[in-house]
C-alpha cells in the first residue's frame, strides 16, 4: 500500500513557478507508476504529467508541455512537479497519485492511491 501527501501549493501570480511535492510511504513507491492530476471547480480531474517507475518515460498534457516537469526520487519516495510560467488557466487542486503497475500509466481510473491534494492558484 502507499500513503501519499502533498505539499507546495499557494496562490501565485501569473508568470511564476511553483514546485510541487509528494511524499510517499510504503514499500511499493519504487515500482509504482506515478502521477499528478489535476482538478478545477466544476470539472473532471485530468492527468497533467505521469512517469514511470523508473523515471525514464514521462508524459505531459498538452496545456502544461514546456512549462511543468515532473520527477521523482526512488530513494527518498518522492515526486516532484516543477510549474514554471503559470497561467490563470493553472488554477487547481492538483494530486499525485500511484499505480502499482510499474510503466507509465495516463489513465485516470487505473490508477490505486490518492494524496489529499494541494491548491494552486494563480492570479492574473
Known amino acids: 500500500q502507499v500513503q501519499l501527501a502533498e505539499s507546495g501549493g499557494g496562490l501565485v501570480q501569473a508568470g511564476d513557478s511553483l514546485r510541487l511535492s509528494c511524499a510517499a510511504s510504503g514499500r511499493t513507491f519504487s515500482s509504482s507508476a506515478m502521477g499528478w492530476f489535476r482538478q478545477a471547480p466544476g470539472k473532471e480531474r485530468d492527468i497533467v504529467a505521469a512517469i514511470s517507475w523508473s523515471g525514464g518515460t514521462t508524459y505531459y498534457a498538452d496545456s502544461v508541455k514546456g512549462r511543468f516537469t515532473i520527477s521523482r526520487d526512488n530513494a527518498k519516495n518522492m515526486l516532484y512537479l516543477q510549474m514554471n510560467t503559470l497561467k490563470p488557466e493553472d488554477t487547481a487542486v492538483y494530486y499525485c497519485?500511484?499505480?502499482?503497475?510499474?510503466?507509465?500509466?495516463?489513465?485516470?481510473?487505473?490508477?490505486?492511491?490518492w494524496g489529499q491534494g494541494t491548491q494552486v492558484t494563480v492570479s492574473s
Open positions: 497519485a500511484a499505480d502499482q503497475n510499474w510503466s507509465l500509466n495516463i489513465n485516470r481510473d487505473e490508477y490505486d492511491y
